[in-house]
């Protein structure tokens, strides 16, 4: 039994941009609350790998400079944001949680694409965030790294692989938080910790220095407390770079101007999922998801059912894929370094040497057949709703690092990765246990602003994405 850790309260990012405008806050105020708040829950929660106090304060001085001169000011100005230690930055070491990766790598890539669009458009990077190894594994406590927990209940796991993005956000230590997603990286701490996440479009998001997981299975995406926070980060980091031959010359479309709280004229297909929870289901879940698809009927939507096409077969896809694609990375280093890698992060790289070249081509011939099948379905709905797991945060102690895949059945990220489309996590209540649950919204390729029309006009009638662990704290969960 663990007490829950008190959150300071940071408004969402949307309205941390208004209160900067209209003088109602400053970026200095901004900032020492998000240092606050780390300062009273990071080290029971483990967030930060490493914090940029210093330099956040430095630059929230700037910025408040060009809010009281008048100057023109970025989309993000004065925000504060965490960054997942798979994201090279200049201002600190990157290290996918590893003892592995050569430290001159982040060295010699300086600051990634994502990280600096960041901070062109204004934010404060606060720090470097917890992940899972290398975005993969299991937390090993056997390593001199910190134990991501979940911010509802610090005895529960943050979720993975973007874990102290998901939690910073919930706790209040910054507004919004870059995550990466190759199985449910973004959305799954983003359903565990209560918050919203999204998976844009494969290639919508340039991926250069970035610590690679999956070739073309990896999205970058933000995660934060609401739709229209996300739509505001993505409009920052969206677009193409020429130094990621994955990134696309696909349009950015007007993300925020697409939120009008209505959703008339969409037609939604629904599939609950259920027929593969094959881990359980929370006896709280049903209800909720069947109340949050009447809320999208109240905002205007046409709700039918559907069946996702070929969801056994992209889920085995994405992790063939994955296993591949990864092990190819760490090939030589798992031959050298083996100890040195986590428990459950080299029995999952280790088990890449058994997909063969024929199995991975078969798998993504498979995938170009269900990319075509989605791609049939969206032709007849707008979006397609899903649970995005059917249970909350497992307990630390029930999670094995012999079997690190075993959190996976009942979670329903992996089967979006392959497909590639863009996907949003939202929470949609609390289950039996206290922990909250979260659906997910998946659109027509590049229709990121469909989805977060959608996020949001669900989250301008509800307020789930407004509760924090506070707010439903016991003495002890």
């Known amino acids: 039994m663990t007490t829950t850790v008190p959150a300071l309260t940071l408004p969402t990012l949307t309205d941390a941009v208004t209160a900067l405008r209209t003088g109602e806050t400053s970026a200095a105020a901004l900032v020492e609350q ?59 070491p990157t290290t996918a949680q590893s003892l592995v990766l050569d430290p001159a790598w982040g060295a010699s890539a300086g600051d990634c694409v994502v990280v600096r669009r960041l901070e062109q458009a204004g934010a404060i990077v606060t720090g470097k965030t917890t992940t899972m190894e290398f975005a993969i594994g299991a937390p090993d406590p056997d390593k001199p790294f910190p134990v991501p927990r979940n911010a509802w209940d610090t005895g529960r796991w ?67 407390r609401s739709a229209a926070d996300c739509a505001a980060v993505l409009t920052a980091i969206a677009g193409y770079d020429s ?19 209505d959703l008339h004229g969409v037609t939604i297909g629904v599939d609950d999922l259920d027929r593969y929870a094959s881990g359980g289901i929370d006896p709280a879940q049903p209800a909720l998801f069947s109340a949050a698809v009447d809320a999208l009927r109240a905002a205007g939507a046409t709700v039918i059912p559907v069946e996702v096409p070929m969801y056994p077969e992209l889920t085995a896809i994405d992790i063939v894929v994955m296993l591949a694609e990864a092990h190819a ?11 040195d890698y986590g428990q459950a992060t080299r029995i999952i790289l280790a088990g890449g040497a058994g997909v063969s070249g024929p199995d991975y081509v078969q798998a993504q011939r498979v995938r170009r057949i269900a990319q075509q099948r989605m791609a049939e379905l969206l032709a007849k709905v707008d979006l397609v709703l899903t649970p995005t797991g059917h249970l909350g945060a497992p307990a630390l102690d029930t999670m094995d690092p012999l079997d690190p895949l075993g959190v996976l059945p009942s979670l329903h990220t992996p089967y979006w990765n392959p497909l590639g489309n863009p996907t949003l996590a939202v929470p ?13 919204f998946s659109g027509n390729h590049f229709a990121e602003a469909a989805v977060l029309r959608a996020g949001d006009a669900f989250q301008r009638r509800t307020d789930h994405h407004l509760q924090r662990p506070t707010d439903h704290r016991g003495e002890t969960r």
Request: proline residues 7%.
């Open 34 to 92: 998000a240092i606050t708040a780390a300062d009273a829950g990071d080290g029971e929660i483990g967030v930060y790998l490493t914090r940029f106090d210093d330099s956040a304060r430095q630059a929230a001085a700037h910025a408040d400079e060009r809010i009281a001169a008048g100057q023109p000011l970025g989309p993000l100005d004065g925000i504060p944001v965490g960054v997942k230690d798979i994201l090279a930055h200049s201002k600190g």
């Open 158 to 224: 943050a979720g993975g692989s973007s874990s102290g993005s998901g939690s910073g956000v919930a706790a209040g230590m910054f507004c919004a938080a870059i995550g990466t997603d190759t199985a449910g990286s973004i959305r799954i701490p983003a359903a565990f910790n209560g918050i919203t996440g999204l998976k844009p479009t494969f290639g919508r998001v340039p991926k250069s220095g970035v610590v690679p997981l999956g070739y073309t299975l990896d999205h970058i995406g933000p995660m934060a």
């Open 243 to 261: 130094s990621d031959p994955y990134s696309s010359r696909a349009p950015i479309d007007d993300y925020l101007g697409a939120l009008t709280g």
């Open 329 to 339: 990375y760490h090939r030589q280093t798992l031959r050298t370094r083996w100890a």
């Open 428 to 440: 949609i209540g609390l289950s039996s246990e206290g922990t909250p649950l979260s659906m997910s």
